[in-house]
């Protein structure tokens, strides 16, 4: 009889999934763990691996169709074995026509962007957050589209009014779409006026009629974004959050994590300062079992593994990879492990395991010169920290102001299963070990 594979449940509030390609063709041989097919969800692309052996015997829905979890989609079993429509789910699956996947939509921004849900806080859905909008791209120099090799934009006969009067385009503000230079704009600055004359180094001073502005524009929310919405506002709805906020002092880790890196310069690889921190939350967590922790009924369920997420970010999101008992693992293979699950996830080519089962999380907005910002816990767990950047500033030392590396943290915690002491005493651990980093690469 053949074997079943159903839409798997990736993710605790998972309800439905998008079939979006079948990397294996009916007749196609597949083995146990093999890839079977790529499945989108609210979160994200994921690949999904086949439960058993055998031949590939019929795709019980087609691509593009949308999955209930649980339900049928394939059958796999031995070859020219007939599969039991009753067990199949009948054949009721959706008609290739019916749904087509935008395949466009799926696609990822590149990697190796020092940017950012599992699910961070659906926010958590390096580690990075935020989404940040692509600028428009400079086309390259096109007499049909009015572009220079400088860059600026203007029209055919713009430029032929520019070239007879001897008007700079460079100095002139274009009125036209996407700051392009129209011929009203060229007379304007060849008559003497303020009307288009960009100030060197100021081209907001000038005096110009900018014409109208853009027409509004309604961007419909992403699947991810949509998702986001969701768990953010049901965990600030329904999760008593308090903060508490930490300075530390970074000089010794960035002493650390230079020499460090000098030494990997030959592999290639490089320490960042979040992978100083993923391992000292870790290790000061198994002091604090109460925050890798979620509530369970009426107690609190204390997590035996210490699961680190990281928030990063992704087109419209962002989500949140799970490097597994952080705690045990060298500092060098938390760096690695870390940024090569942040590449999948912005390559759209993200493992379930790769975004699911954080025990406590981490947000770092360090990158974008953010000194301090609270986070959203990510449900079911107890709470999250947020990372400002490591910024060297005077600080005051044995009597001397004398310059000094230092970063805010603040910790989000869920009041129903921990206090603002405990928060505190928590990041006051953390600071053993980032203020004496050497217990990192010893642990």
Same mark, same amino acid.
């Given at each position: 009889?053949?074997?079943?594979?159903?839409?798997?449940?990736?993710?605790?509030?998972?309800?439905?999934?998008?079939?979006?390609?079948?990397?294996?063709?009916?007749?196609?041989?597949?083995?146990?763990?093999?890839?079977?097919?790529?499945?989108?969800?609210?979160?994200?692309?994921?690949?999904?691996?086949?439960?058993?052996?055998?031949?590939?015997?019929?795709?019980?829905?087609? &691509? %593009? !169709?949308?999955?209930?979890?649980?339900?049928?989609? @394939?059958?796999? $079993?031995?070859? #020219?074995?007939?599969? *039991?429509?009753?067990?199949?789910?009948?054949?009721?699956?959706?008609?290739?026509?019916?749904?087509?996947?935008?395949?466009?939509?799926?696609?990822?921004?590149?990697?190796?962007?020092?940017?950012?849900?599992?699910?961070?806080?659906?926010?958590?859905?390096?580690?990075?957050?935020?989404?940040?909008?692509?600028?428009?791209?400079?086309?390259?120099?096109?007499?049909?589209?009015?572009?220079?090799?400088?860059?600026?934009?203007?029209?055919?006969?713009?430029?032929?009014?520019?070239?007879?009067?001897?008007?700079?385009?460079?100095?002139?503000?274009?009125?036209?779409?996407?700051?392009?230079?129209?011929?009203?704009?060229? &007379? %304007? !600055?060849?008559?003497?006026?303020?009307?288009?004359? @960009?100030?060197? $180094?100021?081209? #907001?001073?000038?005096? *110009?009629?900018?014409?109208?502005?853009?027409?509004?524009?309604?961007?419909?929310?992403?699947?991810?974004?949509?998702?986001?919405?969701?768990?953010?506002?049901?965990?600030?709805?329904?999760?008593?959050?308090?903060?508490?906020?930490?300075?530390?002092?970074?000089?010794?880790?960035?002493?650390?994590?230079?020499?460090?890196?000098?030494?990997?310069?030959?592999?290639?690889?490089?320490?960042?300062?979040?992978?100083?921190?993923?391992?000292?939350?870790?290790?000061?967590?198994?002091?604090?079992?109460?925050?890798?922790?979620?509530?369970?009924?009426?107690?609190?369920?204390?997590?035996?593994?210490?699961?680190?997420?990281?928030?990063? !970010?992704?087109?419209?999101?962002?989500?949140?990879?799970?490097?597994?008992?952080?705690?045990?693992?060298?500092?060098?293979?938390?760096?690695?492990?870390?940024?090569?699950?942040?590449?999948?996830?912005?390559?759209?080519?993200?493992?379930?395991?790769?975004?699911?089962?954080?025990?406590?999380?981490?947000?770092?907005?360090?990158?974008?010169?953010?000194?301090?910002?609270?986070?959203?816990?990510?449900?079911?767990?107890?709470?999250?920290?947020?990372?400002?950047?490591?910024?060297?500033?005077?600080?005051?030392?044995?009597?001397?102001?004398?310059?000094?590396?230092?970063?805010?943290?603040?910790?989000?915690?869920?009041?129903?299963?921990?206090?603002?002491?405990?928060?505190?005493?928590?990041?006051?651990?953390?600071?053993?070990?980032?203020?004496?980093?050497?217990?990192?690469?010893?642990?």
């Amino acid at each position: 009889m053949a074997d079943i594979i159903t839409m798997p449940k990736l993710g605790f509030d998972m309800a439905e999934g998008t079939l979006i390609r079948w990397v294996k063709k009916e007749g196609d041989k597949v083995e146990k763990g093999e890839l079977l097919a790529e499945i989108e969800t609210d979160k994200a692309t994921v690949e999904v691996e086949s439960q058993y052996s055998g031949v590939v015997l019929k795709h019980l829905v087609a &691509e %593009g !169709a949308g999955v209930p979890v649980g339900k049928p989609i @394939a059958a796999v $079993g031995k070859e #020219g074995e007939t599969v *039991d429509a009753g067990a199949a789910g009948g054949g009721d699956a959706p008609a290739k026509e019916e749904k087509k996947v935008d395949q466009s939509a799926n696609q990822r921004p590149s990697v190796n962007q020092e940017k950012p849900t599992n699910r961070l806080t659906d926010q958590q859905i390096d580690s990075k957050p935020v989404s940040v909008a692509k600028p428009i791209p400079v086309e390259k120099s096109s007499a049909g589209k009015g572009n220079l090799p400088s860059g600026v934009r203007a029209s055919p006969l713009a430029r032929k009014i520019a070239e007879e009067r001897g008007v700079n385009l460079q100095d002139v503000r274009g009125s036209g779409p996407q700051g392009r230079i129209t011929k009203k704009d060229v &007379e %304007g !600055a060849k008559a003497g006026g303020m009307a288009g004359v @960009a100030l060197p $180094g100021f081209p #907001g001073l000038a005096m *110009d009629e900018l014409g109208p502005p853009p027409a509004d524009k309604r961007v419909p929310l992403s699947r991810l974004r949509a998702a986001i919405g969701r768990r953010m506002t049901q965990a600030r709805q329904e999760v008593p959050h308090f903060y508490v906020t930490h300075e530390y002092d970074m000089d010794r880790v960035m002493d650390a994590r230079q020499q460090a890196n000098t030494l990997l310069e030959s592999s290639g690889e490089r320490l960042s300062v979040n992978d100083f921190v993923i391992k000292a939350a870790a290790l000061a967590l198994r002091q604090f079992p109460n925050l890798n922790a979620k509530l369970d009924g009426d107690a609190v369920l204390q997590f035996g593994s210490v699961n680190i997420g990281v928030a990063v !970010a992704v087109e419209n999101g962002l989500l949140v990879v799970v490097c597994r008992d952080v705690d045990r693992k060298p500092l060098r293979q938390i760096s690695i492990e870390v940024k090569e699950m942040a590449e999948r996830v912005r390559s759209g080519k993200v493992q379930s395991e790769d975004i699911e089962g954080s025990t406590f999380s981490i947000s770092n907005l360090g990158m974008y010169d953010v000194f301090e910002f609270t986070a959203i816990i990510n449900p079911p767990e107890a709470a999250i920290l947020a990372l400002g950047s490591a910024v060297q500033q005077a600080v005051v030392k044995d009597g001397q102001v004398v310059p000094g590396w230092r970063m805010r943290a603040t910790i989000s915690v869920d009041h129903r299963v921990s206090d603002g002491a405990e928060a505190a005493q928590y990041l006051q651990a953390l600071a053993n070990y980032l203020e004496n980093p050497v217990a990192l690469f010893m642990s």
